[in-house]
């Protein structure tokens, strides 16, 4: 079982930056991948980033040169960095933790972004 908690969202002008973090509690949080989703008003919930164990990353397209994901396997924390926010970034951001055996998608409960024009 793993449980994951956001913190970090926030309101910020365009141009501007913010840091979410994720902390990852559950013996196995360690070896498994992790990444970010979000979720816009009346959209679907789309990939942000990705990072495995190892620190392989993988990105959308929107938000390449950006944003950047990254890890604390030591703390069981996933974090991202975002740069050069944009209004269309404003959506409720998701952590998430693929269980490294069964594949299976832990959710966090989600922090909202706001970027203002």
């Known amino acids: 079982q793993v449980q994951l908690v956001e913190s970090g969202g926030g309101s910020v002008q365009a141009g501007g930056s913010l840091r979410l973090s994720c902390a990852a509690s559950?013996?196995?949080?360690?070896?498994?991948?992790m990444g970010w989703y979000r979720q816009a008003p009346g959209k679907q919930r789309e990939l942000v980033a990705t990072i495995t164990s190892g620190g392989i990353t993988n990105y959308a397209d929107s938000v390449k040169g950006r944003f950047t994901i990254s890890r604390d396997n030591a703390k069981n924390t996933v974090y991202l960095q975002m740069n050069s926010l944009k209004p269309e970034d404003t959506a409720v951001y998701y952590c998430?933790?693929?269980?490294?055996?069964?594949?299976?998608?832990?959710w966090g409960q989600g922090t909202q972004v706001t970027v203002s024009s």
């Open positions: 559950g013996s196995i949080a360690r070896f498994n991948a």
């Open positions: 998430t933790s693929r269980h490294y055996i069964t594949r299976y998608d832990y």
